[in-house]
């Protein structure tokens, strides 16, 4: 098995681990054995849990940034609407719900590891110039009507990922009829990307944006 095989083994198994587990609880030996390594092999290429967790950062930043590099084609709105879709949980979407929490977790401890920031100040601002570059598309395209693109695309990253945190924290809480973050996605494309749009663009709903994403719920 090459390196990169081997490494991607062990991301996939951090992966299953913090579904799991979550971070608080998380051993080495719970990777150990959703990636089937022994944990002297872990501690061979990584020296603690928190170097490993570093990495799988930043294994799935690498993930996120071959996806926008290679998006799949279609308008700017089309795009647009594709970003906040994916921040949309499913009825039965209990592992990706488990999953961000353990990254919520992960989150906390920002302020005390400096590798850990350091991947989310990265991961904040792909998000944010992933978010950028849509609408500046948009805007020479005469899709969108001109607007400042990095105060909006930090308001709508701002937003979907409160709506995310809000949700695997206190779940529909009030109870309603669909995920909050649907809620909050479907809020978002009236509020915010409606009165973009120019008198000729027309938008997905969100509903048929989802139905043509089969991997919208992806990490």
Not at 4 to 18: F, K, P, Q, S, T
Not at 65 to 82: H, I
Not at 199 to 218: C, F, G, I, K, Y
Request: overall charge negative.
């Amino acid at each position: 098995m090459s390196e990169i095989e081997c490494r991607d083994e062990i991301m996939d198994g951090v992966y299953r681990a913090l579904c799991t587990h979550g971070y608080a609880d998380l051993t080495v030996q719970n990777i150990a054995d959703e990636c089937s390594k022994s944990t002297s092999l872990l501690h061979y290429h990584y020296d603690t849990k928190e170097e490993l967790l570093g990495e799988f950062l930043d294994h799935i930043l690498d993930e996120y940034e071959c996806r926008v590099e290679n998006r799949a084609e279609g308008t700017p709105t089309e795009q647009l609407c594709a970003f906040i879709a994916r921040y949309v949980f499913g009825p039965d979407d209990d592992e990706r719900e488990s999953y961000h929490l353990a990254l919520l977790e992960m989150r906390a401890q920002g302020p005390f590891d400096d590798q850990i920031r350091d991947e989310l100040v990265r991961a904040d601002e792909l998000l944010r110039e992933t978010v950028a570059e849509i609408l500046e598309a948009g805007i020479d395209a005469g899709e969108f009507e001109a607007v400042d693109v990095d105060r909006t695309a930090a308001f709508v990253v701002a937003t979907l990922d409160g709506a995310r945190t809000r949700q695997v924290t206190l779940g529909n809480n009030p109870p309603t009829d669909q995920p909050y973050t649907r809620t909050v996605a479907e809020e978002t494309l009236s509020r915010v990307v409606d009165p973009l749009l120019t008198a000729d663009t027309q938008r997905p709903t969100l509903a048929d944006t989802l139905a043509d994403m089969p991997d919208w719920a992806e990490r």
